[in-house]
């Protein structure tokens, strides 16, 4: 009986203890919920209105281009000769970047650079045998624009009325050292005199007879001049004939890739060389429909690049087309804008996507909110506006661009205004694509 006594006693023992420690367990969570709830009223729930300078700009994406660019091919068929070039390197309009191997193209090409000798001596002896040919021209041509000034000038002496002129007057004066001259000049505006007008009538006529004599002379050598023009076609059609052997630079640029090696052989169309001038890159981008109006010719642009990271260049505006496409249901309309020189030596792959920045207006002061301090409702958008009682006050506001996590804004407040946060803001940041 006392053993049972003694287990019904340990047993009342274990269930207060189990209540003591359930009880202190309620009241550590609670105390903990206290904490918490202590923590939460004493975080941040204001914030100040600052003012930002904000930049209004314009977002948009193209591709990296350069003007000129060339992807040079090739015109015959054949064996490839010599390589001048490797990707890096800078020619001059009319570098011979490759040759092919003459014997490994048709019988035509080789023909032509005979064809070429003879053309060239032909055209050579044509011009030496008549080498005033050349003067003849370019006398006449300034013969015809001292004729065509001539005229101007005396059609401006007859019909002007207020022609600048001068008048002079001698008188002899006797002084105590002897007779002296004296002379007397006059500056007025009036028709030309009956001299002037004879002079220049008489200047029109020798320059006339100047032009004439000119014209007729260099109508004689007509014919040779024909003759010159068709050695000069030869001449042409030959080396036309023969630079299909060769791929050669048509501007000043950088060689971008070289396809080819010594012994390649190829075929008429294969590319063979990309160059371009890489100091005249652009970015040709979309802009919608929406910002177009904001988008000005000389506007300054900063551009970054997919491919290279934390490079940013920089330019402006330089086109706009004024007709619209659609793209994907949305109109939108090209804008082009030319970058600056690049001056250190930078990898700048043509093709990539170029991200844009176009600066629609210049940075001005402009106050901007925390997020969490935006409410919505009916009436628009507000903020609870701290007083110096610790009161709050509505004001109404408009929102504009996010600046991080602050919001632009417009309305009755100042820099430095406290606002409350709360935990739900019912701002909506603004569709960047239009609509709602």
């Given at each position: ?47 100040k209105v600052v003012s930002l300078d904000v930049t209004e700009t314009v977002e948009a994406s193209g591709s990296l281009e350069a003007q000129p660019f060339a992807s ?114 006059r500056h007025y505006k009036g028709p030309a005199t009956e001299d002037m007008l004879t002079e220049a009538a008489n200047d029109l006529e020798l320059k006339r007879a100047t032009l004439e004599d000119l014209q007729r002379k260099v109508d004689r050598l007509k014919d040779k ?212």
């Amino acid at each position: 009986m006392s053993a049972i006594l003694n287990v019904l006693k340990n047993k009342k023992i274990r269930n207060w203890s189990i209540a003591v420690v359930t009880v202190v367990a309620v009241i550590l969570v609670g105390l903990g919920f206290s904490s918490a709830k202590t923590v939460s009223a004493t975080a941040a729930t204001e914030a100040k209105v600052v003012s930002l300078d904000v930049t209004e700009t314009v977002e948009a994406s193209g591709s990296l281009e350069a003007q000129p660019f060339a992807s040079l091919d090739w015109k015959t068929s054949g064996t490839v000769e010599a390589v001048n070039v490797k990707p890096g390197d800078f020619v001059k309009a009319g570098d011979i970047l490759l040759t092919l191997q003459p014997e490994s193209t048709s019988a035509s090409i080789v023909s032509a650079q005979a064809d070429l000798v003879t053309a060239q001596k032909n055209l050579e002896d044509l011009l030496n045998s008549d080498s005033d040919l050349a003067q003849d021209i370019i006398d006449l041509k300034d013969a015809q624009e001292k004729y065509d000034s001539a005229a101007y000038h005396l059609k401006y002496l007859q019909t002007e009325k207020r022609i600048p002129l001068v008048d002079s007057d001698v008188y002899v004066n006797q002084t105590a050292r002897g007779y002296e001259y004296q002379y007397k000049t006059r500056h007025y505006k009036g028709p030309a005199t009956e001299d002037m007008l004879t002079e220049a009538a008489n200047d029109l006529e020798l320059k006339r007879a100047t032009l004439e004599d000119l014209q007729r002379k260099v109508d004689r050598l007509k014919d040779k001049d024909q003759d010159i023009l068709a050695a000069q076609a030869k001449v042409d059609a030959a080396q036309a004939t023969v630079n299909t052997l060769s791929i050669i630079a048509p501007f000043d640029g950088e060689v971008l890739s070289v396809n080819d090696r010594a012994g390649d052989v190829v075929t008429t169309g294969d590319l063979s060389v990309n160059v371009a001038d890489m100091n005249h890159l652009y970015v040709e981008t979309q802009v919608d429909e929406s910002d177009i109006a904001n988008v000005k010719l000389g506007n300054q642009a900063e551009v970054t690049l997919d491919a290279v990271t934390g490079v940013t260049l920089t330019g402006k505006v330089t086109a706009i087309n004024p007709v619209g496409e659609v793209v994907s249901g949305l109109v939108k309309y090209t804008v082009r804008v030319d970058l600056d020189k690049v001056k250190d030596k930078t990898f700048l792959p043509l093709g990539t996507t170029a991200n844009v920045v176009i600066q629609t207006k210049a940075a001005t002061a402009t106050l901007a909110v925390a997020i969490a301090a935006i409410q919505n409702d009916s009436a628009g958008e507000y903020v609870w506006v701290v007083q110096s009682d610790g009161s709050a006050n509505r004001i109404d506001i408009v929102s504009g661009a996010l600046i991080g996590d602050q919001v632009a804004i417009s309305g009755d407040l100042k820099d430095g205004d406290l606002v409350q946060l709360v935990h739900e803001s019912s701002f909506e940041a603004p569709n960047p694509f239009g609509g709602n």
